[in-house]
């Protein structure tokens, strides 16, 4: 536990959480950011995440994204990509948390890659989804494009600010889907609040 309170850790928790949560707005830009930086590097990943740090990968993870973001660009075509985007996110979040993680006993490793990266990618990826679906509804998917657009901004954007200032980028991150959350909440609060007309006479 005393290793979980170390600055060093808590730094590199942070840029977990970052990066999960940009996975989750697409799955495969924090991965290339992972492979760019440690390809150049500047970020110096572990030796059985050896198979990140090659420019193969580099440019299987550059063609993936594009096609990723092509495919987001896609109104309607965006619904079946997220029903595999979903898992892909989790995968994705819990492998780069996995792979920015110090050194640490292998089970505390995967256990904070799952729950913090897993988790972290999951859960914004399934907000996204409900706010993809309220635009669909809304715009009859006219406004997705839009939508797909600042998702790719702010996976870019999670993305450099985890290698940069991870500490503000994690922070950032909890802050957003803890007050996304509280919002959640309330809307449902309010759909199961019984109306007037349906409380007995």
Known sequence: MSQLLDPHVLIELMLAISLSAASGFRVFV??????????LGHYDLPPNFDWIENPQALTLFAIASVLEVV?????????????????????AGTVV?????????P????TLALVAGGGTAGLTKGL???????????????????????????SISLSVLAFTVP?????????????????LVQLIA????????DLPS
């Open 97 to 105: 948390a996995a792979s920015v993680a110090p050194d640490m006993n």
């Open 71 to 91: 495919g987001y660009s896609i109104p309607w075509f965006d619904h079946a990509l997220d029903v595999l985007a979903t898992p892909a996110a989790i995968i």
């Open 107 to 110: 089970l505390i490793q995967w």
């Open 128 to 154: 996204l989804n409900l706010l993809r679906g309220t635009s669909t509804a809304a715009s009859g998917g006219l406004a997705n494009p839009i939508f797909a657009a600042l998702e790719l901004v702010m």
């Open 190 to 197: 309010r759909f199961r609040r019984p109306k007037p007309t």
């Open 30 to 39: 924090p991965l290339l950011a992972l492979s760019a930086v440690s390809v």
């Open 167 to 183: 500490v503000l980028a994690g922070v950032l991150v909890i802050a957003l889907l803890g007050f996304a959350l509280y919002k």
